[in-house]
């Protein structure tokens, strides 16, 4: 019989951490562009999840790794406001450069909900953004409240007052738009 080593395992644990990359990449992605607005923020904060994410990685102490990555991507989000105490505004040209050109016929109108959209949810404090933000991409109120560091209870109530700043200033958003 032939003894395994760790040097033999690593391979293995770095294939099986590509896969999840593949898998996760994009959700994650758009999940910190729409917490932080900036692409290039969105992209660098990606990459230090997928980098912690590595370097935490253990699949025997991992139950729910979809709010796992989620819960690193947070925190690096969180980190970067309570590093720059400031809210990025998303511009025109992040949309342009994505290729979502709003002369093209039929984009216009997705362009300005996208736009007021994001201007509305960067209004919003980082914890609330976040909250909405898991609850759109699927996570119930435990994995939320797992997330954010909170209890089911409080993460509800945050859901709620998120929501809640959200209508007002998405409302206002579209109101201004409008004249």
């Given at each position: 019989m032939?003894?395994?080593?760790?040097?033999?395992?690593?391979?293995r644990?770095?294939a099986?951490?590509d896969?999840?990359?593949?898998?996760?990449?994009?959700?994650?992605?758009?999940?910190?562009?729409?917490?932080?607005g900036?692409?290039?923020?969105?992209q660098?904060?990606?990459q230090?999840?997928?980098i912690s994410?590595?370097q935490a990685?253990?699949?025997?102490k991992?139950?729910?790794?979809?709010?796992w990555?989620?819960?690193?991507?947070?925190n690096k989000?969180?980190s970067y406001?309570?590093?720059?105490?400031i809210?990025?505004?998303?511009q025109?040209?992040?949309?342009m450069?994505?290729g979502?050109d709003p002369?093209?016929?039929?984009?216009?109108?997705?362009v300005?909900?996208?736009h007021?959209?994001?201007?509305a949810?960067?209004?919003?404090?980082?914890?609330?953004?976040?909250?909405l933000?898991?609850?759109?991409a699927g996570?119930?109120?435990?994995?939320?409240?797992?997330?954010?560091?909170?209890s089911?209870?409080a993460?509800r109530?945050?859901?709620?007052r998120a929501r809640?700043?959200?209508?007002?200033?998405y409302?206002g958003?579209?109101?201004?738009e409008g004249r």
């Amino acid at each position: 019989m032939r003894q395994t080593t760790s040097v033999e395992s690593k391979p293995r644990a770095t294939a099986s951490f590509d896969a999840i990359v593949q898998e996760y990449e994009a959700p994650i992605g758009r999940y910190l562009y729409s917490l932080v607005g900036d692409f290039e923020l969105s992209q660098d904060l990606s990459q230090d999840t997928f980098i912690s994410a590595y370097q935490a990685y253990d699949p025997d102490k991992i139950h729910n790794l979809s709010a796992w990555l989620y819960r690193i991507a947070t925190n690096k989000a969180m980190s970067y406001f309570r590093r720059r105490k400031i809210l990025s505004w998303v511009q025109l040209d992040h949309l342009m450069d994505a290729g979502k050109d709003p002369s093209v016929e039929g984009h216009g109108e997705w362009v300005a909900t996208s736009h007021a959209v994001q201007q509305a949810l960067n209004q919003l404090e980082p914890d609330q953004r976040a909250c909405l933000l898991l609850k759109a991409a699927g996570f119930s109120h435990d994995e939320i409240a797992g997330q954010l560091g909170c209890s089911p209870g409080a993460a509800r109530t945050r859901l709620s007052r998120a929501r809640d700043a959200f209508r007002a200033h998405y409302g206002g958003t579209r109101e201004t738009e409008g004249r």
